[in-house]
Nanobody
């Protein structure tokens, strides 16, 4: 079955870094646009970043530009999110997703075809 499994979350102090990984199984990520979403307590899910199928285009939410970097390794069937200069506001469950969509809808959860279960990121002193 098609599956996405996130890993790499944890507790980190403000200003620290984490690298999230998302491994796909049951399908080849090379056919899909990939993205990361997050959901903080009491808030709706929001798009964090996406990367195109050909690795030519990346998009970032304004809140993470300059701090987060999305990348993909199709040979490993894995997508990554490098998170630097983390802030308490980054605390959330982070999800990876895969699908095909118009660029204008990249940050809409429902347009994707596959969704992971999430990994917790907590930024706190």
């Amino acid at each position: 079955q098609e599956q996405l499994v996130e890993s790499g979350g944890g507790l980190v102090q403000p200003g620290g870094s984490l690298r999230l990984s998302c491994a796909a199984s049951g399908f080849t990520i090379g056919y899909y646009t990939l993205a990361w979403f997050r959901q903080a307590p009491g808030k709706a899910r929001e798009g964090v970043s996406c990367i195109s199928r050909d690795d030519e285009i990346t998009i970032y939410a304004d809140s993470v530009k300059g701090r987060f970097t999305i990348s993909r390794d199709d040979a490993k069937n894995t997508v990554y999110l490098q998170m630097n200069s983390l802030e308490p506001e980054d605390t959330a469950v982070y999800y990876c997703v895969a699908g095909g969509f118009y660029a204008s809808t990249w940050d809409i959860w429902e347009v994707y075809d596959y969704w992971g279960q999430g990994t917790q990121v907590t930024v706190s002193s």
